[in-house]
């Protein structure tokens, strides 16, 4: 569980940023922004990769309903990670095998699974192959958030995209489709009673446990299948529950030292992993003490942007006061106009660009909530 978390964990929670440009990339591979396409340009969208994968995963599903292996049915996996993979799984009792029909962790492991789907509908394909080729001719490029203008006539695009698709939007492509298919297309199988259907980040099972497949899973029904999962909320509500009895600036330091726990090694101590969370959840945990606590937060996040010295330690500090603080929907307009001046002041440079762009995010995000 690391800073990768809380982005994924913001995806999977339907959380999107705005589009600010798109990414081109020509036929001779080189990679450019633009703000603005002709509308005789195709681009590649976000909702447009969305659709055409639940298209295709819909296609086989309803191929599998009509075939003989369409009998007790428990479970349906829609996956995909940061390699840009994405599978569609289904497995019977049959497929399984009598041996691990009561071992959840061996049940519901891909692994596992007998029908397993990796290839889709052409126009899924077209787009994704766009993707991965602007994906890696970006990274390879070194030139990380500083794309140059593009000032061409256009005819020379190979693929055009939205920007937000490169911010982790695949976890939010395979989780649309497995709460559309849940809606509109399971009737088709024949299922189990406990039977589920969810997305999987292969990422780790603390996020894909305490959040992914809460989206889609009853939680009555995740507790009887996984009965640790029960356990660990139990504890992790004891935890909070101690932590709110603390000052605000201290609950911050809290879940702080929580969050930065696993990222220094150290799991064994991590009181949450060992409740089965993510690290969102220390996030989340803040959030939940209201409006009262932005103040504070804002506080601490502006002390540790001034004070960066673009450490490890302090770049964890302040990418988890940042995104804690992008969790609420309303905020004071000279908090806002306090944060425009950081963003201009010289201490940014001392921040790495990664997390510049991070803290941009989330400083638009405050502009369009703020309280006039």
């Not at 497995?91 to 041996?99: C, K, P, Q, S």
Request: proline residues 2%.
């Amino acid at each position: 569980m690391n800073n990768y978390d809380v982005i994924l964990s913001r995806v999977i929670k339907g959380i999107r940023n705005v589009n600010e440009f798109y990414v081109i990339v020509t036929e001779d591979n080189e990679v450019f922004r633009c703000n603005q396409l002709p509308a005789s340009v195709p681009s590649i969208t976000l909702d447009k990769m969305a659709d055409a994968f639940y298209e295709s995963c819909r296609d086989h599903l309803t191929k599998f309903a009509a075939s003989e292996d369409n009998k007790d049915v428990y479970a349906i996996s829609v996956y995909t990670d940061y390699n840009h993979l994405f599978a569609f799984y289904v497995n019977t009792l049959e497929g399984l095998g009598e041996t691990y029909k009561n071992n959840s962790d061996v049940k519901y492991d891909e692994a596992s699974f007998e029908y397993i789907f990796e290839i889709f509908n052409d126009e899924f394909e077209l787009m994704r192959e766009g993707y991965i080729t602007a994906y890696h001719t970006v990274f390879d490029s070194n030139l990380g958030y500083h794309l140059p203008e593009y000032v061409g006539d256009f005819k020379d695009i190979k693929c055009a995209l939205e920007n937000i698709i490169f911010q982790e939007q695949s976890y939010f492509i395979a989780l649309e489709t497995a709460k559309r298919l849940k809606e509109f297309d399971i009737e088709q199988l024949n299922t189990t009673e406990d039977f589920v259907i969810y997305a999987k980040t292969g990422q780790n099972e603390g996020l894909d446990y305490s959040l992914t497949m809460r989206q889609t899973v009853p939680l009555s029904l995740l507790y009887r299948i996984f009965p640790e999962i029960q356990t660990g909320d139990e504890q992790f509500e004891q935890l909070k529950a101690e932590a709110r009895a603390l000052p605000l600036k201290k609950q911050i330091e809290y879940w702080l030292k929580e969050f930065n726990k696993e990222r220094h090694g150290m799991n064994h101590n991590s009181k949450i992993v060992r409740c089965l969370k993510s690290d969102y959840e220390a996030v989340l945990a803040l959030v939940e003490n209201g409006v009262a606590i932005i103040p504070e937060l804002y506080e601490e996040f502006k002390t540790a942007f001034i004070e960066s010295d673009d450490s490890k330690e302090s770049n964890n500090r302040i990418y988890f006061l940042n995104y804690t603080l992008g969790e609420f929907t309303l905020y004071p307009k000279e908090m806002v106009d306090d944060f425009r001046a950081l963003l201009s002041s010289e201490e940014v440079q001392k921040i790495n660009e990664y997390t510049v762009e991070d803290i941009k995010q989330t400083f638009y995000y405050m502009q369009r909530n703020q309280d006039f």
